[in-house]
Nanobody
Framework: QVQLVESGGGLVQAGGSLRLSCAAS????????MAWYRQAPGKQRELVAA???????QYADSVKGRYTISGDSAKNTVYLQMNSLKPEDTAVYYC?????????WGQGTQVTVSS
C-alpha cells in the first residue's frame, strides 16, 4: 500500500502564489508518474500537470507558464508551484501517483483564490 499526504493549500489573493506538496510513503518500488489534478465545484476532475519517470512534464493549457511541477525522488515527493493565481484556479487539488500499475490518490487540498 502507498499513502499520500498533501499539504500547502489555502486562501490567496489573485496574483499570489502557493506551493503544494504530496509525499508518498509505503510500498514504493517504482514510481512511474506523479500528477496533480483539480476539481472545482460542479466540474469534472481535470489534469493540471504531470511528471513521468523520465522527467518529462505536461501541463493543462490553462496553467502553462504559471504552474510548475517538480519531483524529489529521494523524498518520493511531488510539488506544484502555482504562480499568478486566478480566481478560476479555485478548486480541490489532488495528487495522483502511479506505482507500477497501481494508481493512488491523495485526500485533496483546497485552494481558494480571491479576486
Amino acid at each position: 500500500q502507498v499513502q499520500l499526504v498533501e499539504s500547502g493549500g489555502g486562501l490567496v489573493q489573485a496574483g499570489g502564489s502557493l506551493r503544494l506538496s504530496c509525499a508518498a510513503s509505503g510500498s514504493i518500488f517504482s514510481i512511474n508518474a506523479m500528477a496533480w489534478y483539480r476539481q472545482a465545484p460542479g466540474k469534472q476532475r481535470e489534469l493540471v500537470a504531470a511528471i513521468v519517470g523520465g522527467g518529462s512534464t505536461q501541463y493543462a493549457d490553462s496553467v502553462k507558464g504559471r504552474y510548475t511541477i517538480s519531483g524529489d525522488s529521494a523524498k518520493n515527493t511531488v510539488y506544484l508551484q502555482m504562480n499568478s493565481l486566478k480566481p478560476e484556479d479555485t478548486a480541490v487539488y489532488y495528487c495522483r501517483v502511479v506505482v507500477g500499475t497501481d494508481n493512488y490518490w491523495g485526500q485533496g487540498t483546497q485552494v481558494t483564490v480571491s479576486s
